[in-house]
């Protein structure tokens, strides 16, 4: 009999004689998040423990018998341990929340650092965009298009390739990389094809060898964005877990910050070299993403994964502050992955092949809710339009600007993009400290519909012939709408998508939420050139903000599917996740038509003092 089964079996033994009905993760219709260690008597939870320390081979079973007592009931830590030290990082896990071990900030500043690559990858172009056409053959001596029907799509390609070949190759790649070779691994397979393809991009001489170096960009590129923020969950607490994985995005924009600085500072190097230094600049970043990973550990979700439980004991040690937590963690951890494995059957056996998965993100209920709602959040950053700011700003204010390509107008632009990447990255910040405790599903809904309002007032203001009012007056609003986006559509995405997806599925299914952001950050990169030259830039830009972004139809569908269908995540365990996602989408929905919103009309409108019945019931 295999260790799983004798697990299984003493469990069964060992249930209480009136143990609760047991919830069913595709259809949790009574909204309940349980423990499953809850089932057991004291009795029955000491010989579970001791069948799971032996059968893993682990050591110090007094240590996880203390650790068992606090993961059945974490209320009364005070009766199950005596040392008063453990006693006080019990208590400063509320107390103090961001009082962590070193292992855990160097893990999680490792993974900023990969952010900063995304970020600074991102924009390298944006700069280049005025010079690398011209060096590379596509424009004549009088900055004009040698051939003007194949010029706007070249630069339209050459700018989405990497973001098309992340959507298509690379966010599946994390699978089969995460799988083999862990996070640590892949996140290393994806710095080597950054290092290496971005100083290529710097060295081409032809716009053909841009094209294919930007491509394996791109492979690097979506497994690294794949990868880091569910890195980031799996090793962060709970109770912290949304403020640390949604590092990723406000260092992804400081990222966005550094790029645009660096092709402020080069621009007037010369045109030659100017865009060959803003596109390779980008390697800088990535040498501390090489020794900071040198001193990380691997997830300890992914060595239980591959049961490996000592290895993920001892990482687990270096990311809580004492043996107590870690020993906690790993058995509660394993409790509910053992439930997870119930709930899949043989789709969550570790042969499972990556079709099977896939194919689960689909046709699992609870997993294709996960899947929804991940898909929902992804595709509501493109529908946004930062995306026209982040990749196109600097050719966007020059080309608008009366077709005044001076030194002058392109410092200007470069000013205003800079400007927008300083307020992108420090108006991330505040989501630090509310995205656990007010939610992540709440800055969403409260910060897209703004983001919707500037965006088209900025459009607007492209229409106003006075020169200084037209740049002055676009520019407030789309610093404005960088403002508000910051805190809420920004960070929430990954952060979310990170978290949503149970530890079988999670590589597969981040890869296919990244993929879905990324595919169509890659159509609109594309596309966007061709529109500049058939609208105008002030048409361009009203196109995509009145027709494709911010039409009244597709805002208040984007608005009405994170209403529907985005569950809140906030503050529960990766593991409790389950019960969230296991919710079915038809009582998710009538909850919040039937009840929240009634409830907002009469607390709000009405002001009356009512109070709201939550939709979830905690076991």
């Not at 993974?111 to 390298?124: D, H, L, N, R």
């Not at 645009?260 to 800088?284: C, K, M, P, V, Y």
Request: overall charge neutral; proline content about 5%.
């Amino acid at each position: 009999m295999s260790d799983m089964s004798l697990i299984l079996a003493n469990r069964e033994s060992h249930q209480t004689e009136a143990a609760p009905v047991k919830v069913d993760l595709n259809r949790n219709v009574q909204a309940l998040i349980e423990n499953p260690l809850h089932e057991f008597t004291p009795e029955g939870l000491m010989t579970d423990i001791e069948d799971f320390v032996r059968s893993k081979k682990l050591d110090d079973l007094e240590l996880f018998k203390r650790a068992a007592k606090i993961a059945r009931d974490p209320r009364y830590f005070d009766r199950a341990i005596n040392d008063e030290n453990e006693k006080d990082a019990l208590k400063d896990e509320t107390r103090h929340r961001f009082d962590q071990p070193r292992g855990l900030w160097v893990t999680i500043m490792t993974c900023s650092v990969g952010a900063i690559v995304q970020g600074w990858v991102q924009t390298g172009t944006n700069g280049a965009n005025l010079a690398w056409p011209k060096a590379l053959g596509l424009l004549d001596g009088d900055g004009h298009p040698i051939d003007p029907g194949s010029y706007i799509w070249i630069l339209g390609i050459v700018n989405a390739a990497p973001y098309l070949a992340s959507a298509l190759v690379g966010c599946w790649l994390s699978y089969p990389l995460n799988h083999r070779f862990g996070r640590r691994g892949a996140i290393l397979f994806a710095a080597a094809f950054t290092l290496a393809f971005v100083l290529g991009s710097a060295f081409t001489q032809t716009w053909q060898q841009l094209f294919v170096c930007r491509l394996f960009l791109g492979l690097g590129m979506g497994v690294k964005a794949s990868t880091i923020p569910i890195y980031a969950a799996e090793t962060a607490p709970a109770y912290i877990r949304g403020g640390l994985v949604m590092g990723w995005q406000i260092w992804v924009a400081f990222g966005i910050l550094l790029g645009f600085s660096a092709n402020l500072a080069i621009f007037q190097t010369g045109d030659n070299i100017a865009w060959r230094l803003q596109i390779g600049s980008a390697f800088i970043p990535v040498i501390p993403l090489f020794i900071g990973l040198y001193f990380c550990p691997e997830s300890p979700r992914w060595y239980i994964k591959k049961n490996r439980y000592h290895d993920a004991f001892n990482a687990l040690c270096s990311l809580r502050n004492t043996r107590l937590q870690a020993a906690r963690d790993l058995y509660y951890i394993h409790a509910q992955a053992q439930l997870e494995g119930d709930m899949l059957g043989s789709g969550a056996d570790k042969s499972s092949k990556y079709i099977t998965r896939l194919r689960e993100l689909f046709i699992v209920p609870k997993i294709r809710r996960a899947t929804l709602a991940s898909f929902v959040v992804m595709l509501a950053q493109q529908m946004c339009g930062i995306n026209i700011v982040v990749f196109y700003s600097t050719t966007l204010y020059v080309g608008a600007d009366a077709g005044n390509a001076s030194v002058a107008s392109i410092e200007t632009a470069l000013l205003v993009s800079w400007g927008f990447g300083v307020l992108n990255f420090l108006f991330a910040w505040p989501a630090v400290r509310y995205i656990d405790p007010y939610g992540r599903r709440s800055l969403l809904l409260l910060t897209f519909p703004f983001m919707a309002i500037t965006l088209l007032i900025a459009a607007c203001c492209f229409l106003v012939a006075a020169p200084a009012a037209h740049l002055g007056l676009t520019t407030t609003f789309i610093f404005l709408f960088a403002a508000i986006y910051s805190p809420g559509e920004g960070p929430v995405p990954f952060t979310y998508s990170a978290e949503a997806f149970p530890l079988f599925h999670r590589e597969v299914g981040m890869g296919f939420a990244v993929a879905v952001n990324l595919f169509w950050a890659g159509i609109l990169t594309l596309v966007f050139p061709r529109m500049t030259d058939a609208f105008t830039a002030t048409g361009a830009v009203a196109f995509f903000a009145f027709v494709i972004f911010h039409s009244e139809a597709l805002n208040v569908i984007a608005f009405v599917m994170i209403f529907l269908w985005v569950p809140e995540t906030k503050q529960r365990t990766l593991e409790e996740l389950n019960y969230i996602f296991g919710v079915p989408t038809q009582k998710h929905m009538h909850y919040q038509t039937a009840v929240y919103l009634p409830y907002l009309y009469r607390r709000y409108v009405m002001r009356k003092d009512v109070e709201l019945e939550p939709l979830y019931k905690f076991d």
